[in-house]
């Protein structure tokens, strides 16, 4: 299973845009999906995650903001981003922590999985 994150780009600050994180298959089962954001010269940072039991975590910066979903039919999970401000400027990767998933036939559980990232640029 890969995961294919996708939705950035370049917006103004106070503007909006919609992440999202399509699994390749099917996750059987996870402990939590949740996105993280490293921005130039700074560590990566949790962002937002979402508990397979529909509990919800954010970094402070983004309360109030961001809001992350999922949906399970789709194996996808979303980061919905409001009134973006400069300093959400980052390349933002999806996770998804002790993935249980088919590889074939199969069963495979795994540490965790990383999408390739997507750059959010938000001018002032």
């Known amino acids: 299973v890969q995961l294919q994150a996708s939705g950035g780009g370049l917006v103004q600050a106070g503007g909006f845009l919609r992440l999202s994180c399509a699994a390749s298959?099917?996750?059987?089962?996870?402990?939590?999906m949740g996105w993280y954001r490293q921005a130039p010269g700074k560590q990566r940072e949790l962002v937002a995650a979402?508990?397979?039991?529909?509990?919800?975590n954010y970094a402070d910066s983004v309360k109030g903001r961001f809001t992350i979903s999922r949906d399970n039919a789709k194996s996808t999970v979303y980061l919905q981003m409001d009134s973006l401000k400069p300093e959400d400027t980052a390349v933002y990767y999806c996770?998804?922590?002790?993935?249980?998933?088919?590889?074939?036939?199969?069963?495979?559980?795994?540490?965790?999985?990383w999408g390739q990232g997507t750059l959010v640029t938000v001018s002032s």
């Open positions: 298959g099917t996750i059987v089962t996870f402990t939590a």
């Open positions: 979402l508990t397979s039991g529909g509990s919800t």
């Open positions: 996770n998804v922590d002790r993935p249980v998933y088919y590889s074939g036939d199969n069963l495979v559980a795994s540490r965790d999985l």
